[in-house]
Every structure is written in C-alpha cells, then in structure tokens.
C-alpha cells in the first residue's frame, strides 16, 4: 500500500537529512510494516491554506508502534527505512531514497 500524505517544510528536510527517521502521525490509514510513505511537501500559509512544494520522499515503512504508554490514542509513531525504486524489467535503479552508504535522503523534485 502506498500513502501519499502532506508533510510540513521543517519536518521534510529533517526527514531528508536523516535526522528524522520517523513519522508521527493519525492512524487512520491502517499503516503496516512494508507500505509506502509518499511524503509531500506542503507549506501552510498558517489560516489552513497553502500548496504542494512539489518535492516528494518516498520511504518504506520499517515500524509502527501503537502502545498508548508511547503514543496519543490514535496516533502512530512510524520507522522509515531505507526505499530503492527500480524498473523490473531493466532492474535499473529509477531512484534511491536513504541511499546506503550514505544514509541521506534522495528527493524526488517537480519539474
């Protein structure tokens, strides 16, 4: 399953960077070990309004932890792991997000 989610400027380049491994966010979506985080950039203009950035990271989900000692009720805390994306019939690397060695985020950028 593949979850395309809004995801605010400051918390995308911590993610981006690698110091955010993580996503907090409201279970409503029945997240699994294995889905797919499409995290879209969105800047707000502060009254509930703004706009896609049109930068996406694609990450793999690698945790979910629901205890309610740890997390609000209804909310998730979310490991991302490492996502490589290829084409299956050349086996060619499209993308690589959290790219090993370098534990960094690769972004996806509209154009």
């Known amino acids: 399953m593949v979850h395309a989610v809004k995801i605010y400027p400051e918390y995308y380049e911590a993610v981006k960077n690698g110091s955010k ?3 907090i966010r409201k279970n409503d979506r029945d997240y699994k070990v294995g889905d797919i985080l499409a995290l879209n950039e969105f800047s707000s203009d502060g009254a509930g309004n703004g706009k896609y950035t049109g930068r ?3 990450a793999k989900i690698s945790y979910v932890l629901t205890n309610s000692e740890f997390c609000k009720p209804g909310y998730v805390a979310l490991g991302l792991m490492p996502c490589k ?3 299956s019939k ?4 499209i993308f690589s997000i959290f ?5 960094e985020f690769t972004e996806v950028t509209e154009k």
């Open 90 to 93: 050349t086996e060619a690397s």
């Open 85 to 87: 994306i290829t084409d």
């Open 99 to 103: 790219g090993l060695p370098t534990k």
């Open 56 to 58: 996406a990271i694609i």
């Open 21 to 23: 491994p993580f996503e």
